[in-house]
């Protein structure tokens, strides 16, 4: 009956018989029998990996025919999909269970408290089940039947509240392992809540809504393992330390509280005598190190890292044994200390982005055989080692973007056999890159090697490099056609170089996610592969040569987000297959020779358009009321065309421009491969815009910008008062155009006008107070307001 109330689409339980072949059943696929009874002990129908998140292939009903098996001693029937049914109160008189595993089977509603009446449960498993409700745990649940018994409860990612606790407060006193993470307790821990388990070795309250560590914690004489990380704990570590220094500094061993918003200095951890691993990152730390730690550390894993630490480096001679150390993302200075090279079992290092100064010398590295990660980046560190020097390490991972490394490539990196990942941009290296460095690593996967003097033209790369790597050669000086590159390229940035010559190399990568050769004297038309690649997401070919007609080839499963185009000689119509791209976030073909008049379907097809330039162009006609659906629009620059009509009315509905806030300084794209080789990387966009009559890139700043131009038209009309909902604006350009009638009396709304300019229109009316407009220096550039040329033609306008 067991099998006959479960739905087994997949046939994983074909092996089971009927009724009659009963006594074969210990053979039966998860069914496990006594070899001295015979009677049925376990039984395991865990089809699906644990080591996923999803729900295995058995539904259905769990069958109270569960009790014709009054032996069993074990029960697994997790990773399954009982469709938010709740937990049977039969499994209740099971009375000889010591294993019961209900985890990730989609139970809901309560845990019936008959669970308690199992007196030789040893293992209880009800984790991930996704539809159970937050009072899942009710009080009259007691497991005092089992006090003797219970070694190990998992009841994280579920939805318990904080009446949890009274439940805990009456569990056994030999529980070893428990975990609450991922649930929904808050506020601060009481004390009595853990008082009956002094057996615990294992804790893990990670993922929750907890606000302290009680002093009661530092009573857990036998705990290893405390896990707090991704709570809301507060207050000074140093005082958090105390509340454990009970017996539990004897017997600590992992102690991890990432993630929370703890305050204070750093105090001496060696007081924990145990304590191998401290994972203290991502919190509001400050101020120095101690002057010196008390004792010799055991400590093999130390993460400070993004916290607010000041001073210089501690000495390190006390921590022998460390393997992993990150201090990145602080605020230390001072010089790179020697006795970090005494840590001969270190295997990866980050101390990235601070503000570490001076040299680093071969003596510092000379005992680090093990190290394989090193991260130095964004300091002001200068590597002096001699041309002949083999380092006693091979780094899978070479992080020194900043460093001084020049002004010839560094030799060093000839013995380095083994690197996934080389970032030395910025490093001052002048010169051609030597012919041994492209057949150095097989397994190299990222390279960045911007921002430095290197020269030269660049061979055949395709066959050297591995995976689904990304390459950034910007900002450098090569020169002559781009080479064949890897076609599972990822990532390609070759912008701001002298490459010249076509792009038809591009339509052999088919993986290419983000291609940047901006800023270079490449030419010729665009292949028509480049805008039909399955995975591009960000191509930027502004600034070249380019000429011909944008390619019509944007097929209906387009993923461009971020197109620039801007600044090169594209002619003929905008291609009606750009509709296709729904996803566009920034669309900026300025600067160039397109015709035509601006399509409606812009504003119908891109509804997640943030900017959108078509300026100086020659595009002709009026702009299309559609454009007045772009309600994530910030920056709309139709300036320097021959556009004529009226503004349009429903320019109020640009909602986007009409709120003060923005949610962003900074526009960003996701995409799935990385110079960082973390998996994904964010894409921070940059765009040219004209300010106060000035050309200039905006990145940091980028989505903070509300802007609209369209001046150097031919628009006519009043200025439509519905303008001036648009109160986010900081840019407002209508200057050369043939407006007419006055200036909208609502324009003292506009209060963060950064620039406004309205001059050489057919305007009778100026603004009656100057200071509506706080933040505009004197009007210094908006001209006459009241547009003294009123004679002008129109129609001469360019």
Partial sequence: MIKQSLVDQDGYLSSWGNKEDRKDCCKWRGVRCSNQTGHVVRLNIQLASKSFFFFGPLAGNISSSLLELPHLTYLDMSSNNFGGQHIPEFIGSLHKLKHLDLSRAGFGGRVPYQLGNLSNLQYLDLSDNLELLQSVISPSVSFANSSKSLVFVDLSNNALSNSTYLWLFKMGSSLVDLNLSGNKLQGPIPDYAFENMPSLVHLDLSGNQISNIPKSFGNFCRINTLNLESNNLTGQLPELFLNLSGCTRNTLEILSLYSNMLSGSVPDFTVFSSLKELYLFDNRLNGPFPASFEQPSNLTMLYLNSNQLTGSLPDFSAFLSLKELDISSNQLI??????????????????????????????????????????????????????????????????????????????????????????????????????????????????????????????????????????????????????????????????????????????????????????????????????????????????????????????????????????????????????????????????????????????????????????????????????????????????????????????????????????????????????????????????????????????????????????????????????????????????????????????????????????????TEAAANTSSFPLIDGLGYTGNLTCGWKHKVCNKIV
């Fill in 334 to 763: 001072g010089a790179f200390p020697k006795n970090i090279g005494q840590l001969s079992n270190l295997e990866f290092l980050n101390l990235s982005s601070n503000s570490l100064q001076g040299m680093i010398t071969e003596a510092h590295m000379s005992n680090l055989s093990r190290l394989n990660l090193m991260d130095l980046s964004s300091n002001s560190l200068s590597l002096n080692f001699s041309s002949g020097w083999v380092p006693p390490f091979q780094l899978e991972y070479i992080k020194l973007a900043g460093c001084k490394l020049g002004p010839y490539f560094p030799k060093w990196l000839q013995t380095q056999n083994y690197f996934y990942l080389l970032d030395i941009s910025d490093a001052g290296i002048s010169g051609t890159v030597p012919e041994w460095f492209w057949d150095q690593s097989p397994m190299l996967n990222d390279l960045n090697l911007s921002c430095n003097h290197l020269s030269g033209i660049l061979p055949d790369l395709s066959l050297k490099f591995a995976g689904y790597p990304g390459i950034d050669l910007s900002s450098n000086l090569f020169e002559g056609p781009i080479p064949p590159f890897p076609p599972n390229a990822s990532t390609l940035i070759l912008s701001q170089n002298m490459f010249s010559g076509p792009i038809s190399f591009l339509c052999q990568i088919i993986e290419e996610c983000y291609v940047d050769l901006s800023d270079n004297q490449l030419s010729g038309q665009l292949p028509d592969c480049i805008l039909h690649a399955k995975q591009l997401i960000i191509l930027n070919l502004a600034n070249n040569n380019f000429s011909g007609r944008i390619p019509n080839s944007m097929d209906s499963n387009c993923t461009i987000q971020s197109l620039h185009l801007h600044n090169n000689s594209f002619s003929g119509e905008l291609p009606s297959s750009l509709k296709n791209c729904t996803g566009l976030t920034v669309l900026d073909l300025g600067n160039n020779n397109l015709s035509g008049s601006i399509p409606a379907w812009i504003g119908d097809n891109l509804p997640d358009l943030t900017v959108l330039s078509l300026r100086s162009n020659q595009f002709h006609g009026s702009v299309p009321t559609q454009l007045c659906k772009l309600a994530t629009v910030q920056v709309l620059d139709l300036s320097q065309n021959n556009i004529s009509g009226i503004i349009p009315k429903c320019f109020n509905n640009l909602t986007a421009m009409a709120q003060k806030q923005s949610s962003n300084a900074i526009i960003t794209y996701l995409f799935p491969f990385s110079l960082t080789s973390g998996g994904a990387a964010d894409f921070q966009d940059e765009v040219s815009l004209v300010w106060k009559g000035l050309d200039s890139k905006y990145k940091n700043t980028l989505g903070l910008v509300k802007s609209i131009d369209l001046s150097s038209n031919k628009l006519s009309g009043y200025i439509p008062e519905e303008m001036m909902d648009l109160e986010g604006l900081i840019s407002l350009n209508l200057s050369i155009n043939c407006l007419t009638g006055s200036i909208p009396s609502k324009v003292g709304r506009l209060v963060l006008l950064n620039s406004l300019d309205l001059s050489k229109n057919l305007l």
